[in-house]
Nanobody, 117 residues
């Protein structure tokens, strides 16, 4: 069983930065595909960024050039560095871990990010 625990959310002014962290328990983190999703009030949960086991990354267009996803397999942790934040980035951010069909997919509890204008 895997547990994902996010941290680093908070309130920031537009143009500011935050770094989210997601710490994973258990084994096999290094082979998991990790991702960050976000859900604004009244909206569906949407993909923000992913990082594969080989370190390759993917971003939704709206965060390209502002957000950076990274991972530290020695710490079982994935990060989301968020720069030039905008009010429309306000949402609950969720960490996702895909450990493959045999081991399953897991979600964190979410961390609130609020960007004031």
């Amino acid at each position: 069983q895997v547990q994902l625990v996010e941290s680093g959310g908070g309130l920031v002014q537009a143009g500011g930065s935050l770094r989210l962290s997601c710490a994973a328990s258990g084994s096999f983190f290094s082979i998991a595909a990790m991702g960050w999703y976000r859900q604004a009030p009244g909206k569906q949960r949407d993909l923000v960024a992913t990082i594969a086991s080989d370190g390759s990354t993917n971003y939704v267009n709206s965060v390209w050039g502002r957000f950076t996803i990274s991972r530290d397999n020695t710490k079982n942790t994935v990060y989301l560095q968020m720069n030039s934040l905008k009010p429309e980035d306000t949402a609950v951010y969720y960490c996702n871990g895909n450990y493959g069909p045999a081991r399953g997919v897991y979600w964190g509890q979410g961390t609130q990010v609020t960007v004031s204008s």
